[in-house]
């Protein structure tokens, strides 16, 4: 769609859970510009998609995946990718909120201490002061760095979760339904964040939420029943949807 | 209107007798099992109680001693010590040579008439030689020493034994030469076949090695079996079968752990026409260790096994989101979580070591053992066996030892239990 090569490129990727299949046959690109929305029903293979594009799809015994994802043009699953700093560069925002049992201060610097990102004390400690202010956290926990992560509400635990994630300095940031557990005012706060981080990274969301979707992506994939049905552009996407079972899901018909 | 239609139904009635009733019933019963909650919690208490009343009342007076003031008088018993040898490490060869057990012996008799020294412990002469050694001048003078009684005496005074003794006794106390005291060497002597000599002290000892090679095998290798069955592993055929095996190795009767660790650790091995004896001395610290250890290695495996299955998935996701390998998502985030939960098992595990004696029978710890043991390799017994050596004594004076002996194994245990606890608590609240 573009002359620049896309940040991460998906190429017929299918994915198994032992004989079933969840994932037909996908070809997406994300790029560095654009937010990237999956949207679909549940059980649609999304949020499983999502997975596969940082291999968190590793840590389930029976999963399989075929095809090729390309992240700047290296094949991810190709033994020469190190799963490890692969997870570095592509981060990933859960569902639930689930900050470490640690003090705020630690979930932020978790990261770039496992991946030696800091060299001293204050430069850790710029690390985290700059992740939470690009999670717009910063203002409301600076004075209790050192509370614990799992004492702040569940909006706040979500924007420390992506202050967590940043602070590794990722390309890519994978959004799993991010707002799903969260109230309409933090829904609101996650959603002027992505705006924010759009640019910086390459962002690819699940979710459930159309309105979600039309707000914050340029771009949206349409999945049903593992399969890919439309992928373009979001207004393109909710105005004009060329298929059948797009205009079906974003009117209400089914979902 | 249609009135049999399932939607016009009649209100329900509360005030009907049936259903008052079953409200009635209701409440009985809840009344009738919290009845019967509060009657068991009562009942163990109460056995509890039992059990520590009995134990102190028997046990505290194995703590102290029925001291004799015997007065001796050095210059008249002609006893002659080279005073230039007192200094030296020979002084308890010279003390012994020149006849000061007789000395005592014949003081005794001196001071409570014949048979006076069957008033005095056989070992009361060691009281005598170390007021020597710490000061030699009491050679030159008459002086009064206390020594510990006998055996009988002691039991006399708390109106044990037969006429003649507690008459004698009787007659001591009149005299003022009888009085009490805390005996410190109950807690720094060994075993003795002397009910008033005997000291806790080696089995005690023995204990804390034992308990020490208990923990520094079965901790680790219990802690890395599970942390490897739970993360690592794959699921099939195997893992299932291990995990079976571990359960049924928990239930397996203590006796017959005992017997493998006689077969392997002390039994004597053929390979390939090579005699190799046994791997490890008897009855010494490390094999009951050893033992120990490979039967309370389930127990610790199958607790921390919970205990990481009980750590949400969602902070592994977490941690593997931002790039941690896998075995910092174990040693930086499972592990501290499932601490409180792996030491809760090793708690158990580890009180219930420190209990056995079935085991340690079968590899010799049950061995008269006169000295401490000085390391991991030397003969030693551990408090329960102990125990269970002493109950099984003759003289009366034991009865009142075992009992000494179950309170300092309780303290023991408490105290064990106490640290874990605190340990437990620390990962808590740091999480």
Redesign the interface.
């Known amino acids: 769609m573009t002359d620049i090569p896309s940040k991460m490129s998906a190429r017929g990727v299918s994915v198994f859970y032992g004989d079933k299949q969840a994932v037909k046959d996908v070809s997406i690109d994300i790029d560095m510009d654009k937010v990237t929305a999956f949207i679909g029903p549940s059980g649609c293979g999304k949020s499983t998609f999502l997975r596969t594009l940082?291999r968190?799809n590793d840590?389930i015994?029976s999963a399989r995946v075929t095809g090729d994802i390309m992240l700047d043009g290296e094949n991810i699953y190709s033994s020469a990718m190190d799963v490890?700093?692969?997870?570095?560069r592509v981060?990933?925002?859960?569902q639930?909120p689930?900050?470490?049992?640690?003090s705020i201060f630690e979930n932020v610097a978790?990261?770039p201490r496992?991946?030696g990102l800091a060299a001293s004390k204050s430069e850790l400690e710029a690390i985290v002061e700059r992740s939470l202010k690009r999670a717009g956290l910063w203002e409301e926990v600076k004075d209790r760095l050192q509370d614990s992560g799992t004492a702040l509400s569940g909006g706040q635990q979500q924007r420390l979760?992506i202050a967590?994630?940043i602070?590794?300095d990722p390309e890519v940031i994978l959004m799993d339904e991010p707002a799903s557990a969260l109230d309409p005012i933090a829904t609101a706060k996650i959603e002027e964040l992505i705006h924010e981080l759009r640019g910086r990274y390459a962002i690819a969301i699940v979710t459930h939420n159309m309105q979600q979707a039309a707000r914050v992506s340029q771009r949206t994939a349409f999945f049903h029943l593992g399969t890919l049905v439309e992928y373009g552009e979001t207004d393109q996407i909710f105005t004009t949807p060329r298929e059948e079972r797009t205009k079906d899901y974003i009117t209400g018909r089914y979902g | 209107m249609n009135s049999a239609s399932p939607i016009a139904r009649a209100p329900t009635d509360w005030n009907a007798a049936p259903m008052q009733k079953r409200i009635r019933r209701r409440y009985a019963r809840e009344r009738r099992f919290r009845f019967f909650g509060l009657a068991a919690v009562t009942l163990s208490a109460a056995f509890l109680a039992f059990l520590l009343i009995t134990m102190v009342a028997n046990g505290w007076r194995g703590f102290t001693r029925t001291d004799v003031a015997l007065m001796i008088d050095f210059p008249a018993s002609g006893m002659l010590v080279e005073r230039a040898q007192l200094a030296t490490p020979g002084a308890d060869l010279a003390l012994a040579g020149a006849g000061l057990e007789n000395t005592v012996k014949s003081a005794a008799a001196t001071a409570f008439g014949a048979g006076g020294d069957e008033f005095v412990s056989e070992n009361a002469w060691l009281r005598v030689r170390e007021a020597i050694k710490a000061d030699p001048t009491v050679l030159d003078r008459k002086i009064t020493i206390l020594v510990p009684a006998s055996t009988e005496i002691d039991q006399a005074v708390r109106g044990d034994g037969n006429a003649e003794t507690k008459a004698a006794a009787a007659k001591l106390q009149q005299a003022g030469a009888l009085s009490r005291h805390f005996n410190m060497d109950f807690l720094h002597e060994s075993d003795s076949t002397d009910p008033v000599a005997v000291g806790i002290w080696g089995a005690l000892k023995g204990s804390l090695l034992t308990m020490l090679v208990t923990f520094l095998i079965a901790f680790p290798v219990g802690v890395l079996s599970a942390i490897y069955l739970e993360e690592y592993a794959p699921r099939n055929r195997w893992t299932d079968l291990i995990e079976v095996s571990i359960n049924n190795l928990a239930a397996v009767p203590s006796i017959i752990f005992g017997l493998l660790g006689l077969a392997v650790f002390l039994g004597s091995w053929s390979l390939f026409g090579y005699q190799f004896g046994p791997l490890l001395p008897r009855s010494a610290a490390i094999v009951g260790g050893l033992t120990l250890a490979l039967m309370i290695m389930p127990v610790i495996v199958i607790a921390s096994r919970n205990a990481i299955k009980a750590v949400p998935p969602s902070i592994r996701d977490a941690a593997l989101g931002i790039g941690a390998s896998p075995i910092q998502v174990v040693f930086h985030h499972v592990l501290p979580l499932a601490m409180p939960g792996i030491l809760t098992g090793t708690i158990i595990g580890m009180a219930r070591a420190l209990g056995e004696t079935a085991p340690l029978l079968l590899i010799g710890m049950r061995a008269f053992i006169v000295t401490p043991p000085g390391g991991f390799t030397d003969p030693a017994t551990v408090l329960p066996v102990q125990i269970f050596l002493w109950s099984d004594e003759v003289s009366r004076g034991f009865v009142e030892k075992t009992s000494a002996a179950i309170i300092v194994l309780l303290v023991f245990l408490l105290a064990m239990n106490g640290l874990a606890i605190y340990l437990r608590n620390k990962f808590e609240t740091r999480w």
């Open positions: 940082n968190m840590t015994a490890v700093q692969l997870r570095a981060g990933m925002v859960f639930k689930n900050p470490f049992p640690k978790y990261g496992i991946h979760c967590r994630a602070a590794v």
